[in-house]
């Protein structure tokens, strides 16, 4: 959307001399851990890497189709900063890598969700034009690329709905309640301001949780170090290496 004069931000992202020089496509992750995994793998040099707000930024080898990754992000604030600066800087198709809790009963630790929505409830998306409890929307092209990539790979996942809080101590019987009523699968703290901002700016972007810990019972159950957990975590950053690489390749679309 186009915005009015009255409406364009004062503060926006720096662009300038000493800007990087991205493609059309970046891979967002949420935790240190993960980020690190997927610097690994990609074995960027040490001057490739730059720091971005509170995490990092690097730009893959050009044999690897020069996508960026970003992060360790937490919170929808800080991914919308890292989401509005990357956009600034010319990426149009972004995927988003994150951990949640289960809040349906057949969903278990250690599973996969790729989100078809994830319902507003984080201030940052109401910045934008949404409302409160509206669902936020990924991109179908790349929601499909996802679910075409865990087939390919054989790792089984959920589709579903999500539900996003600022408040990660705030999940309280009621909320959870409230939620899986209307289908929710689980609760993370981004994908909603992630999909409402790249939608405010026409670009594509899309997202695959792995479940950390279940709530669907309305008693916590950590499984942080589930091994199935730490097992789908690694198949993911293999898997995002591949697709990363293929969003830096394809046209934008939404």
């Not at 300038?16 to 995994?37: E, H, K, M, Y």
């Not at 992000?73 to 994150?98: D, K, N, Q, S």
């Not at 992630?194 to 810990?213: P, Q, R």
Request: glycine fraction near 8%.
């Amino acid at each position: 959307m186009e915005p009015t004069l009255s409406d364009k931000a004062i503060v926006t992202p720096l662009k300038n001399s000493r800007t990087p020089q991205l493609g059309p496509g970046a891979v967002l992750v949420s935790t240190r851990a993960d980020f690190n995994v997927l610097r690994r793998r990609l074995h960027p040099p040490d001057d490739a890497v730059r720091n971005l707000f509170t995490g990092h930024l690097y730009v893959t080898d050009p044999s690897l189709g020069q996508f960026a990754v970003a992060g360790p992000l937490m919170g929808a604030p800080a991914a919308v900063m890292f989401l509005e600066t990357l956009i600034a800087w010319v990426v149009r198709r972004l995927l988003y890598f994150g951990w949640c809790g289960s809040i349906a009963s057949h969903v278990k630790c250690g599973d996969i969700i790729v989100p078809t929505g994830a319902f507003i409830d984080e201030g940052t998306s109401l910045h934008y034009h949404a409302e409160r409890y509206q669902t936020a929307a990924p991109s179908p092209a790349i929601t499909a690329d996802l679910k075409q990539s865990l087939r390919a790979h054989a790792q089984p996942f959920h589709e579903g709905p999500v539900w996003t809080t600022d408040a990660i101590f705030r999940e309280t019987p009621a909320k959870v309640t409230k939620f899986q009523q209307q289908g929710a699968l689980g609760v993370e703290m981004e994908a909603s301001a992630l999909f409402t901002v790249a939608n405010f700016h026409n670009v594509a972007l899309g997202c695959i949780l792995v479940v950390s810990d279940e709530l669907a019972t309305l008693t916590w159950q950590p499984g942080f170090k589930d091994a199935r957990f730490v097992e789908s975590r690694a198949a993911i950053s293999a898997m995002l290496a591949d697709l990363g690489q293929a969003l830096s390749m394809e046209a934008p679309d939404g």
